[in-house]
């Protein structure tokens, strides 16, 4: 670095990193508060952790194990401890329960929002600090933790706006995969993953392409080869079956799955928990449409060791080729026992559901669900006379001490360059006060909003500047009035 | 990192770092919330920016020349670019807007709020993660802008709930002590540094002291002595003179200034800057107890280059040693028009105000004055009957749709360890329903808050089993508006 000191530094951001503008600060912080609202709603108590933690104590579990080697960001103190970024907010949570477990309430309900950050490789909408929302139960077996989550996934998304039949929170349980694989005599590592994986593609490639990419392969319609996973024929069947089960209506396809794999114990209890969870939501009052038990989620299925949920937008949206697809997920989890474990070597039963906070916001967006959307800017209080500074903060207070956004326009430039910033800054609405006007206690409000739409009718321009469209004046005891009325007719 | 693989890892935290509870997270979103209200209605923009930058770009200013060389933290990323922690959110600013100058509006006014990370030696109330609470106004020269800052930390203030008498703002000029110093001959960095500490102690030491520092060194009652500046005589006098100068009533004080360094540019332009300060707040109805033009302000004299801020808390608190001392500084700021200059070569006028959010937030767990204190737990709804889940889940339900913070109980304890839990999370009341009650159509709600009252009145165990004291009996249907009444009786 010292060699450079003398140069001039680039004002660039980091790769894979980004500024946030104020629209989205303002909405985010919306939507955060409304979710927020409803976790504690439901009894999540709020925590925050450190951005960054021992290296040791966070450990390396990342939950996408497609990508076990990516990185995080990492540095050393001066007692040459090694410090990480936290990559999400789970890990921190498991170093907290184990460091001040005997404190805690059992079972305890936290939630948390914040930063996390990977150093992977940056892409488009693909960045290296990014926001989770995380609620977690530690400390709960029963199955009505997990049917809590779910409930309280529908509930903020509803909260935030999305109709009912606009989302779904689908749940699965890992010991139904545990059986399946069981049966498919499916036993690596590797194999497990692509089994998995296989399943994951069903809606891009059928059922056929996926009994290709058990078998030998499969060849795309651009004539692209994919490996296969080399099963054999009797360890195919078990899966298209499986997959073939899990379409139509979940009471039935529980059934359809037990008939299939009712000798596998772990699938026979996961069965049975998610009988559990779809006893549980159906007298909570939450139906189908909202929560829906469904054995052909996979997501997650590798990290998790129990149930697992999944909320989806269902939606269309234009994808990048322009075709409609649906908006998809918006945040997962499930039960993941293991938590604590590494810490205090015994099993604390655990689950949580994390919201993908950029995901969910340009759903928001995509919808007009946020309110911030249509707030202007500020009322601006034009300078005509500098020596009048005082009086024209006077009138900014004023306006301020009503509750109007305003400001005094603080540059050194005439009045063409003022209305210029105003219009910049999304001003409903500018006041003018010159001599003339102060001499009669008056001053001028002019409707940018209005204004610019006639603008767009009136050609004739001395006629424009003759007519003064869209600005009124008023006596100074009006004035906030008046500007409240400008203002609330272009918020509605 | 590898070797300790084995082993189990401590859960603890970083040095210098902490978690935040829920309490204090609560605190915390409802004062960033009522200070974002009052930043927006001022017309300033959000921005949020990343927690790291380049090093190069974020550079090293910190702005307390005491300790010029403490650090932060960084790292390399995959090009073996140096990449650091923020260590404030002025830096980054001045990054954002060297590289989006041309398309912000100017003047610009952005508010930013987030942790910034320092590597120093933490202790006692002193991290290394902590929260910071900017605004500033880019590209204004005009003093109407400092006024504006003055202003907007006072509103800020008093909308927190610090009652007018209890706060001050004081607004210094760099450019007096400019003057100043020139007067006293004092020319060298060193020199500088160690008359400005020494008005810094006029609190403590009083003129004398200060006296002392500046010639051969000053003695204190412990008998520990401190080398002082060696300046002459004559240097000596026009600090002393300038320190009796700024006690007293402000306007005056600014005469007496002038009557002193009358002669020095510096000094004159500072003093016509105040003046013009003093000026827009009295027309804007600001006075003396709420915002007060004052010389006597040292801190951070050093690093701004135009006016400077300090908001104060003027309440007595109780000191670690007992003793009443005032509550002190919560916020600065100042003018520092040499920004964006690192970047882009010129000098762009800039001036920003900056909360120290973890005490003001001392400050105002101190008075009272967080809503979040008051607040009690969920209700619990106990469970009964394990094959009932989905009936006690169902009225946890009920009440949250009514607005009521509620949850199940989802532990597998007995009664006993349920009521238990349902204490420690601050529940005011339990709900019961045993198959009596159901078979009924009623609940038991128990209120803790005034069981526990009366506990402490009633001794006779018998008679307090009999009696079930706090405890009633509702129908089903009134069961909502019951446990509501109870709520709003405990939070109001």
Redesign the interface.
Known sequence: ?SD?RTA????????G??????S???GM?SML?TI?SVY????F?????????????L?KFLPDSDRPNEGV???Q???E???S?RYDLTAPL???V???YDGL???F??YQTG?V?R?EKPGPGRFR?FTQFDAD?I????M??D??LC?LAA?TLEKLGIPRGSYVVRVNNRKILDGLLEAAEVTTGGERLIVLRAIDKLDRVGIEGVEQLLGKGRKDESGDFTKGAELKKKQITPITDFISATAGESADSLNRIEALLGNSEAASKGIAELR?IE??L????FDQTRVKIDPGVVRGLEYYTGPVFEAELTFEVKADDGAPTRFGSVGGGGRYDGLVE????VRIPATGFSIGVSRLFAALKALGKLDAQSQC??VVVMVMDRDR???Y??I??DL?GA??????Y???SGLKAQMK?AD??GAPCVVIQGEDERQRGEAQIKDLIEGRKLSEEITDNAKWREGRPAQISVKMDDLIASVQSIVARHES
Chains 1, 2 share one sequence.
């Open positions: 670095m450079k001039r530094p680039e004002p660039r951001l980091p790769k990193m980004r500024d946030v503008d104020a989205e600060v303002r912080e508060s927020r504690e709603l439901y009894g108590e709020p925590l925050d952790t450190p951005a960054f933690e021992y290296s040791d104590a450990g960001f990492s540095f103190d001066e007692d401890d090694w410090l970024l498991a170093r907290f184990a460091a001040n309430p059992k079972p309900r936290r930063p950050w150093n600090q139960t400390g709960a077996a029963s009505a933790a049917a809590e409930m509930d559990q006893a549980i159906g007298a909570a009052g590494r810490f205090k070597g800017g500020p500074l005082g009086d903060q006077r900014v207070q301020r509750g109007v956004r305003a400001e005094l603080l540059g050194d910033y910049k800054r």
